[in-house]
């Protein structure tokens, strides 16, 4: 189809013919009697495909990276266990990261709370390769009033993050955690447009130095609430920081 706008003798598209191969003008109503569907909105979602259905869009802009074979490793693995801290928390993580590539399903936010160096942010920019984005989306950005574009970016990278911004954040127009994260359905906007839907569930990982974002409940509005969606990791510091020097030894700064 080639969008040529609306002349005055009413053709307003031109098409290529597969039958004739030649070019043609169609009136618009035509085209859409015999190619198009009329859908009452636009439905964003983490499914795997495009589909119209009862009156509604839904388009899937998160595509799986199929350039990716599973594989084991064992310098990942010994990371993660640093990462974890223990081997109960590693068995939780592991579990975690199991489930992670299911959008459609709800999980948990990760929160990791250790000193620099340790891999916080690795963890997010690592998982997000899952998929053809291979970038994440700040925590600030998903939760701002125009996030659209968590709609192709399912991983959510909430580095540094603090007790205010889990809460929402002192403006009005972001959306509490505890309603961000497992609630399967989430409102996104862009400028200009009427709000859509996001069906499924982006995968949280945040991460700080201390946890000092839980000795004041006062900013909290349901403090059970927020642990309720939050698996806790904290790492072995000095173990992380010998594995990324180990690394670097092997493979260099990259």
């Given at each position: 189809w080639h969008d040529v706008g609306f002349d005055q003798m009413g053709l307003p598209l031109l098409y290529?013919?597969?039958?004739?191969?030649?070019?043609?003008?169609?009136?618009?109503?035509?085209?859409?009697?015999?190619?198009?569907?009329?859908?009452?909105?636009?439905?964003?979602t983490y499914d795997d495909k495009d589909k119209i259905e009862d009156g509604s869009l839904y388009r899937n802009l998160t595509k799986r990276n199929t350039t990716l074979a599973p594989q084991y490793s064992k310098e990942v693995d010994t990371w993660?266990?640093?990462?974890?801290?223990?081997?109960?928390?590693?068995?939780?993580?592991?579990?975690?990261?199991?489930y992670a590539s299911d959008l459609t399903k709800s999980l948990t936010a990760l929160l990791v709370i250790g000193e620099p160096g340790t891999g916080k942010t690795l963890l997010a920019e690592s998982l997000s390769r899952l998929w053809t984005s291979k970038s994440t989306i700040s925590y600030d950005k998903a939760i701002s009033r125009f996030n659209v574009d968590l709609a192709s970016h399912p991983v959510v990278d909430g580095s540094e993050i603090t007790g205010e911004q889990m809460n929402g954040g002192p403006r009005g127009d972001k959306m509490?955690?505890?309603?961000?994260?497992?609630?399967?359905?989430i409102p996104l906007e862009r400028k200009g447009a009427e709000v859509a839907a996001l069906h499924g569930s982006p995968r949280v990982i945040l991460s700080a130095n201390n946890d000092d974002m839980f000795t004041d409940d006062k900013s909290y509005a349901d403090l059970d609430a927020i642990i309720r969606r939050l698996v806790l990791l904290k790492p072995n510091n000095t173990g992380c920081r010998s594995w990324f020097d180990s690394m670097y030894t092997a493979h260099g700064a990259d």
């Open positions: 290529d013919d597969p039958n004739t191969n030649q070019r043609k003008h169609i009136p618009i109503a035509t085209a859409l009697n015999q190619y198009g569907k009329v859908v009452d909105k636009v439905i964003y993660l266990g640093c990462l974890s801290g223990s081997p109960e928390a590693k068995g939780v993580l592991d579990n975690w990261l199991a509490m955690f505890r309603q961000f994260v497992g609630s399967g359905s």
